[in-house]
Each structure stands twice: as structure tokens, then as C-alpha cells.
């Protein structure tokens, strides 16, 4: 079997923490556990291949948001809430 190699870099914190679920989950190594991860997700992909479909680009919503609460923590806080809410509602949440 033809291999390819991925190269990923990862913070020390996420490394130590594939590590430890890969031993917990009788892996060899994090790169085994995330190679074995990637098949799962990439078989998923294929079998709802036709209903997965790209995010809706909110990026004008937001933008309106910032203008209207400012561009500070608090602001940024009640947009990002704001944004739930509404996706929440759209989706029956």
C-alpha cells in the first residue's frame, strides 16, 4: 500500500492530550489515534457526501453586529451571544 505523509503541528497541551488518549484507547502513538480519527471522519464524509453542505456565510451579520454594540469585550461578548440566539431559534433550539 502507497503511503503519504501529513505533516501537523499541534500545540505541546493538545500533543500531551492525543498521547494520553492514545494510550488510553490502546493506540501506539497520538499519530496513530489521529490517523485512525481521519478515517473515521473521511468514511462519514463519503457516506453523506450529497447532504453535507458549506456553512452560510454569516460574516455580513456579524460585521452589522460590531458596528452596533462596538468593538470591545463587552460588545464582542453581546454579538457573539446575540449570534446564538439567533441561530438557535432558526434551528428550534
Known amino acids: 500500500m502507497e ?3 501529513l505533516y501537523l503541528t499541534v500545540t ?3 500533543h500531551a492530550e492525543l498521547e494520553s488518549m492514545a494510550k488510553a484507547g490502546g493506540y501506539r502513538s497520538a499519530c496513530a489515534l489521529v490517523s485512525g480519527v481521519l478515517r473515521v471522519v ?3 464524509r463519503r457516506r453523506h457526501a450529497g447532504s ?3 456553512p452560510a456565510d454569516i ?3 456579524i460585521e452589522e453586529l460590531f458596528r452596533e454594540y462596538g468593538d470591545t469585550e463587552a460588545g464582542r ?3 457573539v451571544m446575540e449570534r446564538k440566539e439567533a441561530y438557535g431559534k432558526r434551528r428550534g433550539i
Open 12 to 14: 505541546p497541551e493538545l
Open 3 to 5: 503511503r503519504k505523509r
Open 59 to 61: 460574516s455580513p451579520e
Open 42 to 44: 473521511t468514511s462519514i
Open 52 to 54: 453535507l453542505t458549506p
Open 77 to 79: 461578548r453581546a454579538a
